[in-house]
């Protein structure tokens, strides 16, 4: 990072920019989180709603989140705060930072597993096990304490290390190198996939709607997935932002990122559902259904053993450029409004969603009976910050950019000073003053049963 206008820190080049933002966006949200939503929301129905959802509300809530903190130079919280002086604005900001601790809790849960399948791989330990014997497998993991917990420890003290050790560009530069190898590999897993005997299935399953699935809850799924997966609605992008120089054109950074982030969601569900269907499992198994599904491929594969470790790995990477992200709203805010070091922000930021995080990773076993509102702890983290936080953040994003910002501003941030055509800035003032604020709105309170 390189010392940009104001002092602060800043990505230094577009290539920068575009690595940390789609490095936040793709991460487990993508193949464990989208493959797992689907298969509970019924398939092809939900995938359309999805798309709708990223392209009329996803993208502009990304765009007016890097405007609001290229602007407002600072946190999520701080932003507002100067952007919006003595008014209730910075509450959004708030709101992001409890979303961020609740999902920071449960993504370092579900990363630690990651952990544990590198390891598993590189002991060769689904070698010569049948679909059964590998759900076993995972069953007898997560409902463990220890190894699960240690794994947990292990990623949220890497997330923390990074923030600390200020190597974030390092990290993000390595994953822009990386991550096209995932996506390598999610191509050459599609393809094992979908020529599997019974994959036409799934493929089905995924492609084919059935709209007489969808309610609403379908519905505010499909939103929570889609706020989660571009990392949009808590503030990340806000702080992201903010570490933007003027010079790059964030219309076309939040396009390129959303893409981006789609097409490997995509290319996920097209990896793991024609397999669910070969080696008949259960679409609907929830959290754990790519830990059950994915060794059953490399199973299948000439070179699994080694396609097996790069995959967890890489994927293990993934989430870790995601995690910092979560966590540097946090420390961003702390160290900013707070006046704390960054390594006392970051140790105990990090020290405070670990041990929320450890209720989260044992309520897949101990705690698993525990339950809120039909809900396990896992289930209420993930459901309060995905779908009800995140939403409701976008919601407010777009009201204050649509409405609340002058036009003169949006128009001045967006093209840079004037440096830049921007095309179709009326249509998205529109989307952001009443397409986006009232769909959200509908989804979120008919689901709540509030409308
Ligand atoms: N978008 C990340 C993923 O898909 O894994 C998760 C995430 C990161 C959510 C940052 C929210 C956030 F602010």
């Not at 206008?5 to 989180?33: D, K, M, P, V, Y």
């Not at 092809?44 to 990223?54: K, N, P, R, T, V």
């Not at 600072?74 to 961020?100: D, E, H, Q, T």
Request: proline residues 3%; aromatic residues 12%.
């Amino acid at each position: 990072m390189s010392v940009g206008s104001e002092g602060r820190e800043g990505f230094t080049s577009r290539f920068g920019i575009i690595c940390a933002a789609a490095g936040s966006a793709i991460g487990l949200g993508n193949i464990w989180r989208f493959p797992y939503i689907v298969g509970d929301s019924g398939g092809g129905a939900f995938l359309l709603i999805y798309l709708g959802f990223i392209i009329l509300l996803g993208i502009p809530v990304m765009l007016s989140e890097l405007i609001i903190g290229r602007r407002g130079q600072r946190n999520a919280l701080g932003s507002f705060k100067r952007l919006a002086p003595g008014k209730s604005w910075y509450l959004v900001g708030v709101m992001g930072i409890v979303a961020a601790f609740m999902i920071l809790a449960f993504y370092s849960t579900i990363a630690g597993w990651t952990l544990e399948y590198v390891i598993k791989s590189l002991g060769n330990a689904f070698s010569g096990k049948d679909s059964g014997d590998i759900s076993a497998m995972f069953t007898s993991f997560h409902s463990q304490a220890f190894r699960p917990l240690l794994w947990q420890l292990v990623f949220m003290a890497m997330t923390a290390w990074i923030i600390l050790s200020g190597v974030q560009k390092g990290i993000e530069k390595y994953a822009k190198i990386l991550m096209p190898f995932l996506v390598l590999l999610l191509i050459i897993m599609a393809i094992r996939s979908i020529t599997l005997p019974g994959a036409g299935a799934g493929l089905r399953f995924l492609f084919q709607p059935d709209f007489s699935v969808v309610n609403s809850s379908v519905l505010l799924a499909a939103l929570g997935q889609a706020f989660f997966s571009l990392s949009i609605g808590m503030g990340a992008l806000i702080t992201y932002g903010s570490y933007i120089k003027k010079q790059n054109n964030l219309g076309n950074i939040s396009v390129e990122v959303s893409l981006a982030d789609t097409l490997i969601a995509i290319l996920a569900g097209v990896a793991i559902f024609p397999a669910v269907f070969a080696f008949g499992l259960d679409p609907s198994e929830g959290p754990g259904l790519i830990y059950t599904v994915l060794p059953n491929i490399f199973q299948q594969m000439p070179g699994g053993y080694f396609f097996s470790i790069i995959f967890f790995v890489l994927l293990a990477i993934a989430a870790l450029t995601s995690s910092i992200s979560i966590l540097e709203v946090v420390v961003a805010y702390m160290t900013e409004e707070l006046k704390m070091t960054r390594k006392k922000a970051t140790i105990m930021a990090a020290t405070a969603a670990f041990f929320v995080g450890i209720f989260c990773t044992l309520s897949f076993g101990v705690l698993s009976g525990t339950s809120i509102g039909g809900l396990t702890i896992f289930g209420v983290l993930d459901f309060t910050a995905s779908n009800l936080l995140l939403p409701l953040g976008g919601l407010l994003i777009v009201v204050f950019v649509g409405w609340y910002m002058k036009r003169t501003d949006v128009r001045d941030e967006m093209s840079n000073s004037g440096l830049l055509k921007i095309r179709l800035f009326n249509a998205l003032i529109f989307i952001l003053r009443f397409i986006a604020p009232v769909a959200i709105a509908i989804v979120l309170f008919d689901s709540l049963g509030i409308i």
